[in-house]
């Protein structure tokens, strides 16, 4: 939750903690943040604390950062926005290639390859899920898991992000990024990720608009891709999907949650892997 507050030196935001960010995650995204600043990228960095030299205080026995306030604009999912986000992406993975992997966080939306048989081990001691249903998230986990396996080496890996919306960033007047936030989950990893993370918030999140228009302007404003990252963009996308129809097994509203992802997730699969993989291979190239 973030606190705007106003101070004799100026406005500023409060942004409580999650308790399950580790210390020394935060110390190596205060690093992360360095590099990035260094090499001139709009990021949103913490105040630092004088006594501590900790990018976070203790207050009332929580841990909190603290923020300068910006004037910026919010998303308002216009196509040069996106192209902007893709555009700064971009610049986000080349700045941070050759950075040293740090702890994992102990949440993030890019998971262990095992997090999935964990997750179907959960559906089927909970008999929430049909077995047929469940008998296609196994399939669609094979697949994709043999694919990610086998082309693993291939695929350039970064500092990735880990939740790459268009909400994490503000933008200028004229639809320019001005500030990326939220780093809670930043870890190394394939890069491709998080390129996949911003078309699945395209097609699932802001279905209502033009999400053929939307992901290709996302993808021109990244640029080029390697072969083996073109080949499996489809399945990074299979990928945060699934995770998001998994994830939904271990909540404390496991069934409601579970057949509202079911009813989310599944066309979109099921669309990458016929239709889909083929238009979104086309805006790669």
């Given amino acids: 939750m973030n606190h705007k507050i106003e101070t004799s030196r100026g406005l500023y935001v409060l942004k409580a903690l999650n308790s399950s960010i580790s210390e020394e995650h935060l110390q190596y995204t205060k690093g992360v943040l360095s590099v990035l600043q260094a090499k001139q990228l709009p990021v949103l960095v913490p105040m630092i604390s004088q006594s501590t030299g900790d990018n976070f205080f203790k207050l009332y026995g929580k841990r909190v950062q603290v923020t300068p306030f910006i004037e910026a604009h919010s998303f308002e999912c216009r196509v040069k926005q996106v192209n902007s986000s893709g555009k700064m992406l971009r610049k986000f993975h080349d700045a941070l290639m050759t950075m040293k992997p740090g702890p994992s966080p102990n949440y993030s939306f890019y998971p262990e390859d095992n997090f999935y048989a964990k997750a179907v081990d959960q559906m089927k001691s909970m008999h929430i899920l049909s077995q047929s249903r469940i008998s296609s ?115 404390s509203q496991a069934e409601q949650k579970l057949r509202k992802q079911w009813y989310t997730q599944k066309p979109f699969i099921e669309w990458i892997l016929s239709d889909g993989k083929k238009s979104i291979l086309q805006k790669t190239n």
């Fill in 137 to 251: 998230i196994e399939s669609w986990t094979e697949q994709l898991l043999n694919e990610w396996n086998r082309s693993r080496e291939q695929l350039p890996t970064t500092i990735v992000h880990a939740d790459w919306h268009f909400w994490n960033q503000y933008y200028t007047e004229d639809d320019n990024v001005c500030l990326i936030m939220d780093f809670d989950s930043i870890q190394r990893g394939i890069r491709i990720h998080d390129v996949a993370y911003a078309l699945w918030v395209i097609h699932i999140l802001l279905a209502e608009h033009s999400s053929s228009s939307l992901d290709e302007a996302f993808l021109q404003g990244y640029g080029t891709l390697t072969k083996e990252e073109q080949y499996m963009l489809p399945w990074a996308l299979v990928r945060i999907s699934l995770f998001f129809l998994c994830n939904a097994a271990f909540s």
